[in-house]
């Protein structure tokens, strides 16, 4: 499953970093945390397409 991080999918929305975490928490996605990482998650790049239509 093809992850990317919050900053590439914004870029991809056309939106910031700040208003992607919104959009994360608004959508109810799916947020993956690599090991090690607090605080820090990944996403599912077949879920952001979906919102790109």
Same mark, same amino acid.
């Given at each position: ?13 056309? @939106?910031? $970093? %700040?208003?992607?975490? /919104? #959009? @994360?928490? $608004? %959508?109810?996605?799916? /947020? #993956? ?21």
């Amino acid at each position: 499953m093809p992850t990317i991080t919050v900053t590439e999918a914004g870029r991809l929305l056309g @939106v910031s $970093k %700040e208003e992607m975490k /919104k #959009i @994360v928490e $608004k %959508e109810n996605l799916t /947020k #993956i945390s690599p090991n090690g990482m607090n605080g820090r998650y990944l996403l599912i790049d077949t879920e952001i397409k979906e919102l790109r239509g």
